[in-house]
Each structure stands twice: as structure tokens, then as C-alpha cells.
T-cell receptor, first 110, second 113 residues
Framework: GQQVMQIPQYQHVQEGEDFTTYCNSSTTLSNIQWYKQRPGGHPVFLIQLVKSGEVKKQKRLTFQFGEAKKNSSLHITATQTTDVGTYFCAGRNYGQNFVFGPGTRLSVLP | KAGVTQTPRYLIKTRGQQVTLSCSPISGHRSVSWYQQTPGQGLQFLFEYFSETQRNKGNFPGRFSGRQFSNSRSEMNVSTLELGDSALYLC????????????FGQGTRLTVV
């Protein structure tokens, strides 16, 4: 079945440094979503990407969908302590359910 | 508008018992999905319901079942509980299926002893 991988598993950065997490699917995706889960909280939707090569920005966050629609990335510029949490990608194959990646846990040192 | 409501928030059950968890989606949302979250396995998809019909099912044993009512509220049931069923069970609601953002509830923390 479809598998979604994410790297790295953990990332520790100094406040102000940049951060990137990568998501790779074993199959071509119809769309991909990104979620953030704060410690002790529940996943919160960030963005959805649908088109091949699509790039979307939300303030300091940049999301990219690969040309082959099998990979995606999330880049945070100049991290802040409020960025702490686990970032999940969730990929969907046409007509199927979303499959979540294992997540990248980000810690930001002040 | 009110968010996704899951009840109960915490539950302790004994091995062999059964449990029913409830999820009330956001008003107007017709799709409800259930996930199991554990430290080792991450977010694992259980099932998805839309307009009272199961649309997709994850790779879980038959002890895990669910249903959706005409008001879109959903329940999931786990029978013959095992220690390994201890997890955070999350429900997510969305307007439709597949192409819309999902709103997660706070989850039900199930502990099986």
C-alpha cells in the first residue's frame, strides 16, 4: 500500500535559523496536506497542495509540491519558539484516504 | 462555530472490555475520519465516513468498527481490548471527502490496563 515518509525525524534549531522537512510518497499523489501538532495538542491544518510544482507561502512558511507529485517540502524561515511542534504531511492517492507521514518534531532553542 | 467534539477525553479500560468513542463534527461537515495516534506508529488511519457510509477503511482488525448517524455524528467501537490499543484516538471532520481540510478534535486518550 501507499507509504509516506518524512525526514528528518527530529530537528533542533537555534531560534532564527531556518528549518526544512521533506515528505516522500511511494505513489503519485492527487493532493497533499500539511498539519502542525503542538505538544499535547491535536493536528491543525496548515495547507493543501494540489498542482504539480505548486508553491504556496504563509508568512515565514513555504510549501512545495514536487513536479512528479510524489514529494513535498515545508520550509520555515527564521524559526521562532512558537514554531515548536511536530509537522506532518498527509498524502492522498486518488479516491483513497489520506496517509500521514511519521512527522518531523521541531524544537527551537531560544 | 463550535469545533469537533470528542467524548470522553480520557478513558481507562481493562483488557478484554469494549469501548465506544464519540465524535461530533463541525456543523455542516458530512465527513468524519478516525485515526489512532501512538508514539511508535504515528497517525494511523482507521476509517472514513461520509453521509452514513463508510468510504475507506484502514488496516486494522475487525475489533475496530465505526458508524455514522444521520446528523453526521460518529462513533467508533473497539471490542476485546488489548494492551496495544492504548492510544490517542483522533476524529477529524471535513465538509467533503478527499480535497478539503480536516479539523481535528482534541482526541480521546484510551488506556488499557
Amino acid at each position: 500500500g501507499q507509504q509516506v515518509m518524512q525526514i528528518p525525524q527530529y530537528q533542533h534549531v537555534q531560534e532564527g535559523e531556518d528549518f526544512t522537512t521533506y515528505c516522500n510518497s511511494s505513489t503519485t499523489l492527487s493532493n497533499i496536506q500539511w498539519y502542525k501538532q503542538r505538544p499535547g495538542g491535536h493536528p491543525v491544518f496548515l495547507i493543501q497542495l494540489v498542482k504539480s510544482g505548486e508553491v504556496k507561502k504563509q508568512k515565514r512558511l513555504t510549501f512545495q509540491f514536487g513536479e512528479a507529485k510524489k514529494n513535498s517540502s515545508l520550509h520555515i524561515t527564521a524559526t521562532q519558539t512558537t514554531d515548536v511542534g511536530t509537522y506532518f504531511c498527509a498524502g492522498r492517492n486518488y479516491g483513497q484516504n489520506f496517509v500521514f507521514g511519521p512527522g518531523t518534531r521541531l524544537s527551537v532553542l531560544p | 462555530k463550535a469545533g469537533v467534539t470528542q467524548t470522553p477525553r480520557y478513558l481507562i479500560k481493562t483488557r478484554g472490555q469494549q469501548v465506544t468513542l464519540s465524535c461530533s463534527p463541525i456543523s455542516g461537515h458530512r465527513s468524519v475520519s478516525w485515526y489512532q495516534q501512538t508514539p511508535g506508529q504515528g497517525l494511523q488511519f482507521l476509517f472514513e465516513y461520509f453521509s452514513e457510509t463508510q468510504r475507506n477503511k484502514g488496516n486494522f482488525p475487525g475489533r475496530f468498527s465505526g458508524r455514522q448517524f444521520s446528523n453526521s455524528r460518529s462513533e467508533m467501537n473497539v471490542s476485546t481490548l488489548e494492551l496495544g490499543d492504548s492510544a490517542l484516538y483522533l476524529c477529524a471532520s471535513s465538509v467533503g471527502t478527499g480535497n478539503t481540510e480536516a479539523f481535528f478534535g482534541q482526541g480521546t486518550r484510551l488506556t488499557v490496563v
